[in-house]
C-alpha cells in the first residue's frame, strides 16, 4: 500500500547532486542526442530500422557505462538500486509467462523459435532500458528536477522524452505539428506515469519491465534478421 505522504519526489533520488554535475549532464545527455540523430541519419540512408535498434542500443550501452562510471559513488542519483526487487523480479516472470503462453501457437506450428522468442524480450528490455527508462527516469531527470525545480523538471524530461520519439525514421514522412504536440503530451503524462512505477520500486529496473512488457508478446525480430542485418552491415 502507499504511504499516506508518498511522493515521485524521493530524496535519495538527489541526494549528492551538485548543480555544476547537474548542468554538466545536460551538455552530456545533448552530446548523446547528436549521436542518436547520426545513427537515424544512417538509419534512414540504409532504409533499415533494425540498424538504427542495433547501433542505437550498442550506443545507449557506451552511454551508459561513461554515465555510470562518472557516477559510480552516486549509484542512487541512477536508479541502479536493489530496491523492491523481488517484486520486480515476480513481475517479470508472471509477464514472461503470459507472453509464452500466447505464443505457444506460433512456437507449435515453428513460425517462431524459443530463441527468437527470448532474442525478442532480451533486444526489446535492452532497447528500453538503455534509451529510454535509465536515461530519461534514471540520469536526466532528477538533474532536471535539481537544475529547474520539481514539476518544471519533470514536466521539462517529459518533453524531451516525447520529442526523442520522433527521432524514429518511421516518423518522418508523418511528422507534423500535430505529431510533435501528441509526442510532447504523451511525453509528459508519460513520465509522471513511469516516475510513480519507479518512486514505488525504487529501482529503474521495475519501470522498464512494465514499459517494455506489451512487446513480449509479439516476437517481432527474429535472430534470421538479426544475423542478416549484421551481414548486411558487414
Not at 507449435?108 to 523459435?113: F, G, M, V
Not at 507534423?176 to 509528459?188: C, D, I, K, P, T
Request: aromatic share 16%; with cysteine.
Amino acid at each position: 500500500m502507499l504511504k499516506k505522504n508518498f511522493s515521485i519526489f524521493k530524496p535519495f533520488f538527489f541526494r549528492d547532486l551538485t548543480e555544476k554535475e547537474c548542468k554538466s549532464a545536460v551538455i552530456t545527455y545533448l552530446i548523446y542526442n547528436i549521436g542518436l540523430l547520426c545513427i537515424t541519419y544512417f538509419a534512414m540512408k540504409k532504409d533499415e530500422w533494425i540498424f538504427v535498434t542495433i547501433f542505437g542500443v550498442v550506443y545507449s550501452i557506451l552511454f551508459f557505462i561513461i554515465v555510470v562510471l562518472q557516477n559510480k559513488r552516486k549509484m542512487h542519483t541512477l536508479g541502479l538500486k536493489k530496491g523492491n526487487i523481488k517484486v520486480t523480479v515476480i513481475v517479470f516472470l508472471l509477464f514472461l509467462f503470459a507472453a509464452l503462453i500466447k505464443n505457444v501457437p506460433q512456437l507449435s506450428t515453428h513460425k517462431i523459435s524459443i530463441v527468437d522468442f527470448f532474442i525478442n524480450i532480451l533486444l526489446d528490455l535492452f532497447t528500453l532500458f538503455f534509451t529510454e527508462e535509465f536515461v530519461y527516469r534514471g540520469y536526466l531527470w532528477p538533474r532536471l528536477v535539481i537544475l529547474l525545480g520539481k514539476h518544471k523538471g519533470t514536466i521539462f524530461c517529459g518533453m524531451l522524452w516525447g520529442i526523442m520519439h520522433l527521432l524514429n525514421p518511421a516518423t518522418y514522412n508523418t511528422l507534423n505539428a500535430l505529431a510533435v504536440l501528441n509526442a510532447v503530451l504523451s511525453g509528459v503524462s508519460g513520465q509522471y506515469i513511469f516516475l510513480f512505477l519507479y518512486s514505488l520500486s525504487e529501482n529503474i529496473y521495475f519501470p522498464t519491465i512494465i514499459h517494455t512488457a506489451p512487446h513480449f508478446f509479439d516476437v517481432n525480430t527474429t535472430l534470421r534478421e538479426l544475423v542478416k542485418a549484421f551481414a548486411d552491415i558487414i
